[in-house]
């Protein structure tokens, strides 16, 4: 029978946040694949834990992966850590989950650690519909095109950013969402220095032109509002369309009757009726 590969998340900058489940996962683990040994050897001290490690990483991904599956198929199991967080979220883990679910070795994830959700469930910014967007490239044209595709996004947007990048990242948000957008830099999350800097885009441009960016990020910005009620002259016109409408003339008579009587433009009265 098939080991079983475990996805233990760690703590994102809080020791305290690593779970009872992470520390007994790690220590009943045959072996434990991270991203970075020396990383996870440090958090396996904190815990007093000494245990067999192996390095799973997106250069060595291809062939530790298929010699990781080897041994699961063979009955071990294996815990699967990252340098912090949740493994498979913008870290390695990702393909090594879709070569168990293709050979049907079990996966177990445990809930912990994430710096996407510990962000938007404290940036003060609707968590109803969220989607997550990871890194954006450091590519010129693949960045545009990514965040051209989010122009008319309404749910609110994640995204990880490292410091350095984040003025242009900020400059680039302007462009596309328009400094009016509300965004929330959720930084240092769980660590000393943790901050939530509520504000629009504009404003948090003109904070990082003047301070540099230091620590980690993820920056949660608001989706594009719905579009404005039509306003109240419109939506009379709206009623009167209909109106004429019922009257027998056709929709274009009566838009155009009804943006004469009431004195607005015609392709007001056009959008309204259509909303009505
Ligand atoms: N798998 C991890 C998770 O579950 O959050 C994410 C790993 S990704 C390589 C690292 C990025 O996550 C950082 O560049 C930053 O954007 C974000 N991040 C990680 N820890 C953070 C923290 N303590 N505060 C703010 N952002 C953090």
Redesign the pocket.
């Given at each position: 029978m098939s080991g079983t590969l475990y996805l233990v998340?760690t703590p994102?900058?809080n020791l305290g946040d690593v779970s009872q489940r992470a520390r007994e996962i790690l220590a009943a683990a045959d072996f434990i694949a991270a991203e970075d040994t020396r990383v996870t050897l440090k958090l396996l001290n904190h815990l007093g834990l000494k245990k067999p490690l192996i390095s799973y990483f997106e250069h060595n991904k291809a062939q530790r992966g298929a010699q990781i599956l080897e041994r699961l198929e063979a009955g071990e199991n294996c815990a699967l850590v990252?340098?912090?967080?949740?493994?498979a979220?913008?870290?390695p883990g990702e393909d090594l989950v879709k070569l168990c679910a293709q050979t049907g070795v079990p996966v177990c994830p445990l809930p912990g650690?994430?710096?996407?959700v510990t962000?938007i469930s404290a940036s003060g910014l609707p968590t109803g519909r969220f989607c997550f967007e990871g890194?954006l490239s450091t590519a010129k044209k693949s960045r545009r095109e990514h965040l051209e595709a989010l122009r008319e996004e309404q749910r609110t947007m994640i995204f990880?950013?490292?410091p350095h990048k984040l003025l242009a990242t900020l400059e680039d948000f302007s462009r596309v969402f328009g400094p009016e957008r509300e965004i929330s830099l959720?930084?240092?999350?769980?660590?000393i220095h943790e901050e939530f800097y509520r504000a629009t885009i504009g404003e948090a441009l003109a904070r990082y032109r003047e301070t540099d960016p230091k620590?980690?990020?993820?920056l949660v910005v608001a989706g594009k509002p719905e579009a404005e009620p039509a306003s109240a002259s419109e939506a009379q016109a709206a009623q009167r369309v209909q109106e004429l409408m019922a009257q027998g003339l056709s929709r274009k008579d009566a838009v155009k009757q009804a943006a004469q009587e009431l004195g607005v433009s015609r392709n007001a009265v056009y959008a309204a009726a259509l909303e009505v």
């Open positions: 998340p994102i900058g990252t340098d912090a967080g949740t493994p979220i913008s870290d650690p994430c710096a996407a962000a890194f990880y950013e490292a959720c930084r240092e999350l769980t660590k620590g980690e990020f993820v």
